[in-house]
C-alpha cells in the first residue's frame, strides 16, 4: 500500500481540526503554518476534505473549519478514502496485464487471495482507528492498535511451506 502526500497531509490536516473539540473552528492559515505547508495547498486539502463530508466551514471572526461528525465517528478509513482511496484487488489486477488487455491469470488466479487478504486486514486497521483514538498520544495509540485491532502475525511471512 502506498500513502500519497495527500493522504499524509489530509490526515494531518484533519487531525487539526479535531483538535479543536466540538464545534471549534480552526482556520486555514492556521493549519497551513502548523503543518508547515503552504496555505493553498492546505486549501485544497480542506476542501477535499470539505467535500467528502468529513469537515464544514463557517465565515467569520470565529469561522475556520470544524469536523462534520464528531472525532469518534470518523475512522483513518474515512479519510483514506475521501482523499485518495482505499487498496483495492482489482485496481492491482487491471494495472498488471502486462501487454495483454486482462490479467493472464484472470481465471484460478492463487495470488488475488493474497491481495484480497492484506486488503481485508488493512480496510479492518483503518476502519479501526477513530480520529478520538488519534487525538491521544502515541503511547496510547499503540496501545490501541494492540488492543483493539486484528494482528498480523509476521512470523507467518518466513514460515517455510509444507
Not at 56 to 67: A, E, K, T
Not at 74 to 83: C, E, H, M
Not at 101 to 116: G, K, L, M, T
Request: charge should be negative; charged fraction near 25%; aromatic fraction near 4%.
Amino acid at each position: 500500500m502506498k500513502i500519497t502526500a495527500l493522504e499524509e497531509y489530509g490526515l494531518r490536516c484533519l487531525l487539526r481540526v479535531a483538535e479543536q473539540g466540538d464545534g471549534g473552528a480552526i482556520p486555514a492559515p492556521t493549519i497551513a503554518e502548523q503543518e508547515g505547508l503552504s496555505l493553498s495547498y492546505t486549501q485544497k486539502i480542506l476542501r477535499v476534505l470539505s467535500k467528502g463530508g468529513l469537515v464544514d466551514s463557517r465565515r467569520g471572526v470565529q469561522g475556520g473549519y470544524f469536523l462534520a461528525r464528531s472525532a469518534e465517528e470518523i475512522t483513518v478509513g474515512d479519510a483514506i478514502r475521501v482523499l485518495g482511496g482505499m487498496f483495492q484487488v482489482e485496481e492491482i489486477c487491471e494495472r498488471h496485464t502486462g501487454e495483454l488487455e486482462a490479467c493472464a491469470r484472470r481465471c484460478n488466479c492463487r495470488i488475488r487471495p493474497v491481495w484480497a487478504h492484506i486488503s481485508s486486514f488493512v480496510v479492518a486497521t483503518l476502519d479501526g482507528i477513530s480520529l478520538a483514538v488519534l487525538m491521544n498520544d502515541d503511547t496510547a495509540v499503540a496501545r490501541h492498535l494492540e488492543e483493539c485491532l486484528p494482528t498480523f502475525d509476521e512470523s507467518a511471512l518466513s514460515a517455510p511451506a509444507s
